[in-house]
């Protein structure tokens, strides 16, 4: 009775503080609790059943059992703590008996004691796995001579198709290019027909590693034989452009000389002094090429110095006449004399005449017009001086030896000069035809190496550019 009593105060006491509680403020929530990152550790129970032991070992053993690189593999369990010992085929079986053996229920720790068996007899199963490929090899030799024949058949097919020369050379432009097709043709099918032949046997992998180590060989080759390959892609350019033809005489940048054939290589050239000369293709090809065969016409040009009290107008006119009066000198264009420049002691005066080469060689030419005009300004009576300059002595002037001077100043009497003997020179001693023994040491050579001839890249058929 008292119990009730109590129990009907203390809710009455409680109904009559309810609403005071609700009038005062509410204390702020506190945030709640961070929720642990990791996982607690796996209790260990303090007891464990009668025979828990027996029965980790049956299981372990029993999974060992199934696996054949767990046969000599001894499992004992205490308390939970199972110890492995013996030996195992690989040394990753070490590590994944202990991952088996853990996994199972009750076990508290693995204490393993496995060593890898390095004897003969344990290795057994790899002999046997070298077996089994090879095994598998002759069994894939009926389909690797299949693949092999695949191969060698679309091999041919390309070497026949490329060997059809006479195609080749119709549609290309040049015996170069024709050869470049045919190559390039060869290769295409080649490979083809290996990764037809790799696809059949299955070893698509391989075929992607080959391809990708042939990637990076060709780079690699490609930057180490970079001259290589842009003397070669110069060589195809210039059979294309046809700069000159055969001897004619061209001047490459500083080297002149006369052509003697256009290889894959280089251009071969002979010097006017008669030497062997090898110029790259791919210098040549970027560089200035001056052809001097590709047009008849050619002029020539010397300065002369008149005195600078002669009417320089006059000998410029002069000049001019005596150029052509030369029967050799052509009249279109005409001959022409300009006066240039001023010098210390003279006047200079520049004339220029063309001659047509197929008739006139063109170093004669300007050979015998120079002496012509010079003799003919001075049997006018113009001066040719030399350059004068003016002497002067002083205190501070080295001591010149004056015994050839007199002491009334004269000159003494020296040994008297030789006389020049004087040379008539004719008209057939001045035969100007052109006689060029370069161009024809070209021709002979040419003629020899015959054989050499379809090496040849310069097709006299096709257009100069």
Known sequence: MKRLVAAAALALSAMVAAPALAILPSAPESDPAPAETSAPAQAIDDTQDAGADQRMADRIEGIFAELPAFQAVDVAVSQGVVTLSGTVPKQEDVARAEAIASRVTGVVTVENGLERDVSVSAQASGIASLADK?????????LIGLALLVWAGISLIGYLIAGLGSLWHRIAPNSFLAELIASALRFVFVVGGLVVALDIVGASALLGAVLGGAGVIGLALGFALRDTIENYVASLMLSLRQPFRANDHVLIDNLEGRVIRLTSRATVMMTLDGNH?????SQV?????????RNPQRRFEFDLGVDADDDARAARQLGRETLGSLDFILSDPPPEARIVEVGDSNVVIRFLGWVDQNKTDWFKAQSRAIPAVKEALEDAGFGLPEPIYRLRFDPRSATLPFENIAEGGERKDTKAPKPVRQVTVTEADEDIRPVNEIAEMVDKERRETGSEQEKDLLDHSRPVE
Request: hydrophobic share 55%; aromatic share 14%; glycine share 4%.
């Open 277 to 281: 000369l090898r110029v790259p293709n």
């Open 134 to 142: 090879w095994d598998g090899l002759i069994a894939l030799l009926p």
């Open 285 to 293: 090809f970027k560089a200035v090429i001056t052809n001097f065969s």
